[in-house]
């Protein structure tokens, strides 16, 4: 463990005038080498002083780690089993329909209840699982994995340093659907939303079609075959059982039910002209190079005895640094992008990181939500690759040099636009994004005809490609730099498989960052599957500031379930009363409850969009694009957009029902309160879900006065909900339960999660709980469970 505080020092970036030092001053630095699991067990206290977790008083501070437990690295990922201790919530998200439902049902015991599902839409492809093939073999290299990480690593800073010499310091400032799984949905499915868009019509048709394959093998090969395949061929189903996986392992290990879902700041090292420093250790030179990013957020202001800076709390918010872009020896044609993109300083988190990442180094990074994270890694990877030789064109399989990989489809094609935007000057980059929803013989296609330097992908789909795509995993050989968008979120159970393929499949030596608002101790302890050991930990989120940030107003409700969709109704009035330029975002438990949710606002005349798993890819994308655009505009919405999408100035995030956990709250409310500006939270939930706020009674939430309900507005959101169809209520209902059981707190008395589903049955309205599927509840474990009706 070294320990280190940095003294002052001056910097000068070629781009500045020659009178134009920037100083740099003292900020602390700690670094932590391969050790923190176990210390953290043993000093918890000491750590948490130490910075692994973000420092007291000061501004945003940057902590710099290795959080890489000190054993070897595993070498192919199909070897690797991770030993995870302590509690792991492995699958993050909801239930997002039946499909959802069914597929989780799958896979349940009578006493599973531990792992909520997963759901985000994530990248369901149902044209994926069917077509895959055997994985090949990655062991591309004679020399020994460390040998060759050793040996690159060297050659890198070898290079970097020779790069820094002669110049002058640069300033850096960087889850069968058993077998119901509703076919008549799946068709009204395909009508209801884009009957038009091809894609999705070849998708569902190729799903109906799997499916239909999936009857016959059933009929030949039993019950649990069926389960399988149809599990494997869901549309958005497999990744939500994926939590529960680990739990059944030995369906895991079958395979059929497999688990879905120039800064030429060359080197960061310019900071180190030789001039500037005598320190040559590796460790010294991170050392200064975090002290000069840290200069720039600010925490020169001073650091106290324990290395944590001081500084106030009123610009703890503050989402930009003081660094400019063009203060920095970034590739003239980056900058162009940039100017053009319109971002003048650098946020904190990409000043903070470039530095390492331009090093060469693995960087694990957490930022709050909305403050440049995509940026942050997109224009280091972009400076990286404008530094590599061009690729000769007889070359047939040109290579993929960054790849980033993103939880969903929606968070993809962000951050591909983003690098479109970044990329604007540079001609020979190409960028491509490839994801579930589409294609893949398009994709293909356009992987074949244009550059693509830059993948930005969804796992699923990129094990699509990897498996059925010639020369891709040729192409993938070329990786110089991988990115996991929402590191967290991925590495969990839900997408664990996918990414160790995808790891095993791109070059040892190469560079790794991983980026997220929210970085649980599960992901210190996991991260060793993708960061090699001396990566680091780069923590821009100040300690008493908690994850979220302070300018978003966060409260939270508890009423009986009977009056939420009166709450909600009453809420949104009054905020759009409030606010002409509204723009709400409605989160719910599961895909099904989205749809009623939104078929109820919209009888109640409110401006209403939803989105969701179920509905189509293109569906989705019109949906998202008008609401990046639009004021005054309510979208109701499952966990799909929980995670990473950028829509402006949200004024408003509610939370409707327990959020699948602490990260999911904190994702979720980052939709508002985005660069800087001002938000709302509320998090409306039933008496028996109060348990949720022990997990969040580290941020700044409190409990707010109910509203009141007046007859009127119960009668009118009664009438409103009476003319909603009966089949959304029954597959709300249906998918209701099926979350709640999954909840550990609620699931685990099926006869209190019974009543509790009633009641919400009661809440829509109905006199009677709707009728589910004998199989369905088998599944469930809620067979004989007084109080619900079988068909
Ligand atoms: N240097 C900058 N100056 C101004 N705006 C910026 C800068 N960098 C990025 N942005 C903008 O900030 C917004 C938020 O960025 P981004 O979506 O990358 O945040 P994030 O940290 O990844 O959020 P989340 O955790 O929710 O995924 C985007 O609109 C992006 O264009």
Redesign the pocket.
């Known amino acids: 463990m070294i320990i280190k505080f940095i003294p002052q020092i001056r910097l000068l970036g070629p781009s500045l005038p020659a009178t134009g030092f920037t100083t740099m001053k003292p900020v602390s630095t700690i670094c932590l080498h391969g050790s923190i699991p176990v210390l953290n067990r043993v000093f918890p206290f000491k750590l948490k002083f130490f910075g692994l977790s973000p420092g007291s008083n000061g501004r945003h501070s940057v902590r710099s780690l290795s959080t890489r437990p000190s054993r070897p690295r595993s070498g192919a990922s199909s070897k690797f089993t991770p030993k995870i201790r302590g509690d792991v919530r492995a699958s993050k998200s909801l239930i997002e329909d039946e499909a959802e439902l069914s597929d989780w049902v799958g896979e349940l015991r009578a006493d599973s209840f531990r792992v909520r599902l997963t759901s985000e839409d994530e990248e369901l492809d149902a044209d994926r699982e069917c077509n895959r093939v055997r994985s090949r073999d990655r062991n591309r290299s004679g020399v020994p994995v460390k040998k060759r990480r050793e040996s690159e690593f060297e050659n890198f800073r070898d290079s970097s340093k020779r790069e820094s010499r002669g110049r002058l310091g640069d300033s850096v400032s960087r889850n069968a659907r058993f077998s119901k799984r509703f076919d008549s949905e799946l068709e009204d499915e395909d009508s209801d939303d884009d009957d038009d868009d091809e894609g999705e019509s070849y998708s569902s048709r190729k799903t109906r079609d799997v499916k239909r394959e999936s009857k016959k093998v059933d009929s030949r090969k039993g019950k649990r075959n069926e389960r399988d395949l149809d599990s494997r061929n869901t549309r958005s189903g497999s990744r939500n059982n994926l939590g529960r996986k680990s739990n059944f392992s030995e369906e895991e290990d079958s395979g059929a039910n497999e688990e879905k879902r120039s800064w030429k700041m060359k080197g960061a090292q310019n900071f180190l002209s030789e001039e500037d420093s005598d320190i040559t250790d590796d460790d010294d030179d991170y050392g200064i190079l975090r002290k000069n990013a840290s200069s720039a957020l600010g925490l020169e202001k001073g650091v106290n005895q324990t290395g944590s800076p001081i500084s106030s709390q009123a610009k703890s918010d503050s989402y930009?640094s003081e660094t400019r872009f063009d203060q920095i020896s970034i590739s003239p044609l980056s900058l162009k992008g940039i100017k053009d993109?319109?971002?003048?300083?650098?946020?904190v988190?990409?000043e903070a990181t470039l530095p390492a990442i331009l090093k060469g180094k693995d960087v694990l990074a957490k930022?709050?939500?909305?403050?440049?994270?995509?940026?942050a890694f997109l224009l280091p990877s972009i400076e990286i690759v404008s530094k590599l030789p061009p690729v000769d064109r007889d070359v047939k399989w040109p290579p993929i040099h960054v790849l980033v990989i993103c939880p969903t489809r929606e968070l993809a094609t962000?951050a591909a636009s983003?690098a479109k935007t970044l990329l604007k000057y540079h001609p020979s980059i190409g960028v491509q994004v490839v994801i579930g929803g589409t294609r893949l013989a398009l994709e293909q296609k356009k992987l074949q005809a244009n550059p693509c330097q830059i993948l930005v992908a969804t796992p699923g789909r990129l094990r699509d490609h990897l498996e059925n795509t010639a020369g891709f995993a040729t192409k993938l050989m070329g990786v110089k730099v991988l990115v996991l968008d929402?590191a967290d979120r991925l590495l969990d159970m839900g997408f664990r498989k996918d990414i160790e393929r995808i790891i095993a499949a791109v070059p040892k030596q190469r560079q790794t960052l991983l980026f997220s608002?929210t970085v649980p101790e599960e992901v210190h302890q996991i991260c060793h599957i993708a960061l090699r050991r001396d990566h680091e930990f780069i923590n821009t989120v100040q300690e008493g500031t908690g994850d979220t940030h302070s300018q978003v107003r966060q409260m939270h409700m508890v009423a009986p379930l009977d009056k939420h969709f009166s709450l909600l109704y009453v809420l949104l009035k009054e905020h759009i009363a409030d606010d002409v330029d509204y723009k709400v975002l409605v989160f719910c438990t599961t895909a099904m409850v989205t749809k009623l949710v939104s078929d109820v606002l919209r009888e109640l005349s409110l401006n209403v969009r939803e989105i969701h798993s179920r509905k189509s890819q293109s569906y989705r994308t019109k949906v998202s694009d008008e609401f990046r655009k639009s004021k005054s505009l309510i979208l109701v919405t499952s966990d799909v957009s929980a995670?990473?999408v950028?829509y402006?100035d949200v004024t408003l995030v509610i939370q409707v029902g327990i959020p699948s956990d602490r990260q999911q709250y904190i994702?979720r409310l980052?939709r508002t309160g985005?660069?800087g500006k001002e938000g709302q939270g509320i998090l409306l939930l039933a008496p028996w879900e109060e348990h949720f706020l022990s997990s969040i009674k580290d941020l700044p939430i409190t409990k707010a006065p109910l509203p009141s309900l007046d007859p009127e507005t119960t009668k009118k959101v009664g009438r409103a909900l009476s003319h909603v169809e009966m089949k959304a209520k029954e597959s709300a209902y249906q998918a209701w339960l099926g979350y709640y059981n999954s909840d550990k707190n609620v699931g685990k008395d099926k006869y209190r999660l019974v009543e509790l589903a009633n009641e919400f049955s009661r809440s829509m309205g109905l006199d009677n709980p709707p009728a589910i599927p004998k199989l369905v509840l088998s599944k469930m474990g809620l067979r004989n469970v007084p109080g619900l009706r079988a068909k």
């Open positions: 930009l993109a319109g971002y003048e300083k650098m946020t988190v990409q930022a709050k939500t909305g403050t440049g994270k995509t940026v962000q983003e929402e608002a995670r990473g950028d402006p994702h980052g985005r660069k």
